[in-house]
């Protein structure tokens, strides 16, 4: 496998073609967005953290079952996966309440959701990933009915299979956001699934493990991504 050009520049990862049309290679960068690229810093070695955490994630998802882009690692900062026809819907699962359902509800952090809730979000920087709703999937053809299903069910078995994982670890999965896309016509998980677009609370002390940190400037965003990992048996080095 070769890499290739640069095909795109995301807000913290890099994609670049392979000599192989159905293959792309990922690169992690430092790079630290939160709102919508309106606060961006570079945290040392959250490029390497990230890209070896969302490969251990991907591992187990793909051992239970879960179709996932994810191939293989092939540096710290850089993966192999398969080349997805990204849907531009981000599908979100969230446990407990956090973030921008606190803010749109006016319920309290931390309030438990049983069963947990799937809410959807454009992915469009520019109007601030607004929230949207299955009929404007449908309508706009983002996703077929079939397809949204599909996207549906596997964010919740993703969920079913991370709480374990993570509870594990003592952590409580608060929420966390996935991106689908098409290989070959089959829903495949593609995007990440690292610190960065999830919740984490300690258990007993609630602490924020995730980018939280980052958003609400608590400091040692790296730091509390790497306990995450060595709590659940990530490898870093
Ligand atoms: P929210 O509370 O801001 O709606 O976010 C819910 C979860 O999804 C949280 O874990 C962060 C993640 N997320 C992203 O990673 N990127 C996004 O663009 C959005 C909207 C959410
Ligand atoms: N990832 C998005 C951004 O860079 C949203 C967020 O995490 O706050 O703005």
């Not at 807000?11 to 049309?21: I, M, Q």
């Not at 992915?123 to 996207?151: C, I």
Request: one cysteine or more; a negative charge; glycine letters at 8%.
């Amino acid at each position: 496998m070769e890499k290739r050009d640069l095909l795109y520049t995301g807000k913290a990862k890099s994609v670049y073609a392979t000599d192989d049309a159905d293959r792309l290679v990922i690169l992690f960068r430092n790079d630290t967005s939160a709102f919508d690229g309106k606060k961006v810093e570079q945290l040392e070695r959250k490029g390497m953290v990230n890209n070896k955490f969302n490969a251990f994630i991907m591992d187990k998802l793909a051992a239970a079952g879960i179709p996932v882009h994810q191939e293989k690692l092939l540096s710290d900062t850089e993966s192999l996966v398969k080349r997805l026809t990204m849907i531009p819907v981000e599908c979100v699962v969230r446990n407990f309440a956090a973030g921008s359902l606190v803010k749109r509800l006016g319920v309290e952090e931390g309030k438990e959701l049983n069963p947990p809730t799937f809410e959807l979000f454009l992915k469009n920087d520019a109007l601030g990933d607004p929230m949207v709703n299955e009929y404007h999937v449908r309508s706009f053809g983002w996703a077929t009915d079939d397809q949204l299903a599909r996207m549906k069910e596997l964010s919740f078995q993703v969920n079913e299979v991370l709480k374990g994982v993570f509870d594990a670890g003592n952590m409580l999965l608060v929420d966390f956001k996935l991106e689908f896309g098409l290989f070959h016509g089959e829903i495949v998980l593609g995007d990440e699934f690292s610190p960065d677009g999830c919740r984490l609370w300690d258990k007993d002390t609630r602490k924020k493990l995730d980018k939280d940190r980052f958003r609400q400037g608590l400091g040692g965003v790296v730091e509390a991504y790497e306990e995450v990992g060595h709590r659940i048996g990530v490898k870093f080095d």
